[in-house]
């Protein structure tokens, strides 16, 4: 992909990285940076396997998942739905172990867990060093490297945990 000029929000290289700068796109009735998390983990898996869509873009169509577009997160029926139409590859897997042992083997794909007190969707891909690069995970990691092992130990604490992911 080629390198853009850095803007509020973006990494170099266009992911987008901080939720808290997207407060003009609404989704949901409400602003990216409260609830969208999750179209903005879908456009960067979308850009990590070279496609590109904008973020109103994927806010749009994810409204048009949910049964009432009222204020809330993305729910699971909705990614389900995205990803099914979008990147049918993607295979579904649950619970702590199992989604971090297929986030391992992947290239690229979406987690669902809870960080902190919410529950959040980040997107991660495959470095060439055989590290993850992880996007928007918390204020300080919008945009981190480490190995699957390490984000498992420092987010997956607690909760509900599954990952979307496959070898693209």
């Not at 990216?32 to 456009?43: T, Y």
């Not at 690229?108 to 959040?120: K, L, Q, S, V």
């Not at 996007?135 to 599954?162: I, K, P, T, W």
Request: hydrophobic share 40%; net charge negative.
């Amino acid at each position: 992909m080629e390198e853009k000029p850095m803007a509020a929000g973006y990494s170099a290289d266009g992911y987008l990285i901080d939720q808290d700068c997207f407060s003009a796109v609404r989704y949901r009735t409400m602003p990216v940076s409260w609830n969208g998390c999750g179209p903005i983990a879908l456009c960067n898996l979308h850009r990590a396997l070279g496609q590109e869509i904008s973020l109103p873009e994927v806010c749009r169509e994810l409204e048009g998942l949910h049964r009432v577009n009222m204020p809330g997160p993305t729910s699971m029926r909705a990614m389900r739905l995205y990803l099914a139409k979008h990147l049918p590859a993607c295979r579904e897997v649950q619970g702590r172990e199992e989604a971090l042992s297929a986030a391992a083997a992947s290239d690229a794909g979406i987690f669902r867990y809870w960080e902190g007190r919410e529950p959040h969707f980040i997107s991660y891909m495959r470095t060439p060093e055989g590290t993850f690069r992880f996007f928007n995970v918390a204020d300080g990691l919008e945009d981190c490297r480490m190995s699957m092992e390490q984000f498992g130990e420092e987010h997956l604490r607690g909760g509900y945990v599954a990952v979307f992911c496959s070898d693209f």
